[in-house]
C-alpha cells in the first residue's frame, strides 16, 4: 500500500474516533453464522481496522491477531480490546497486508473484511488450520463498479474454491465467502 493510501487510512481512523463497544461483532453480511465460529483456538483477523471483528471473536474466546495498515487504527483495536475486557487476547501490529502476511501459527478462523489482494489468497488457504473457518468478503463488481480492488463475479468463489463451501454471495457490490479449509 503507498504512504498516501496509509495516510488516507489513518485520516479516515481519527475522523471516526475510537469504536464504540456495541459496535463489537462480525461483519454484517456474517449475521446468522456466528454459531459456526469455534469457541476456543487462535484467529487472524486481516485489515483488522478498530478490531470490532478481533474484539467479538476474543470474547467468544479465542486468542487473536489482528492486522491493519493504519496505526490510528491499531491503537483504536488495542484500546476497544482492553476496554472490552479482552486485551490479554488481542495483539494488534501495524502490517502491511500488500507485502504479505507475517508468519505465524496455523489459525482456526481467519477473518478478512472488505480488504482484497489476490496474492493473499494461497496464504491464507495455507495459514488455516485443518477444519478452519474462513469469513472473506471484499468490494465486488457485482451490482457494484469495476475496480482494482473489487473482486469479479464468481472471484471470491473460485479463488476458495478447495476450501469446503459453507455460504457465499455477490450482491449490491460486495462478494463474500464464509468455507472451512
Not at 491493519?68 to 501495524?94: E, T
Request: glycine share 12%; net charge negative.
Amino acid at each position: 500500500m503507498t504512504e498516501k493510501d496509509r495516510v488516507r487510512w489513518d485520516e479516515v481512523y481519527t475522523g471516526s474516533g475510537p469504536a464504540q463497544l456495541a459496535a463489537v461483532g462480525l461483519p454484517s453480511v456474517f449475521a446468522g453464522f456466528e454459531d459456526l465460529f469455534p469457541t476456543a483456538g487462535h484467529a487472524l483477523d486481516l485489515a483488522c481496522g478498530q478490531g470490532l471483528a478481533a474484539v467479538w471473536l476474543a470474547r467468544r474466546g479465542l486468542d487473536v491477531h489482528g492486522f491493519d495498515v493504519s496505526p490510528v487504527a491499531i491503537r483504536h483495536a488495542r484500546d476497544l480490546a482492553r476496554r472490552g475486557g479482552v486485551g490479554d487476547r488481542c495483539r494488534f501490529d501495524v502490517v502491511d497486508l500488500d507485502q504479505g502476511l507475517p508468519d505465524g501459527p496455523a489459525a482456526d478462523v481467519v477473518v478478512c473484511h472488505r480488504f482484497r489482494d489476490r496474492r493473499l489468497d494461497r496464504v491464507i488457504i495455507r495459514r488455516l488450520a485443518p477444519d478452519g473457518l474462513l469469513a472473506i468478503s471484499a468490494l465486488s463488481e457485482v451490482g457494484g463498479t469495476p475496480g482494482p480492488f473489487r473482486a469479479a463475479p464468481g472471484e471470491l468463489t473460485s479463488a476458495f474454491a478447495e476450501l469446503e463451501l459453507i455460504a457465499a454471495d455477490e450482491a449490491d457490490g460486495v462478494a463474500w465467502v464464509l468455507a472451512r479449509r
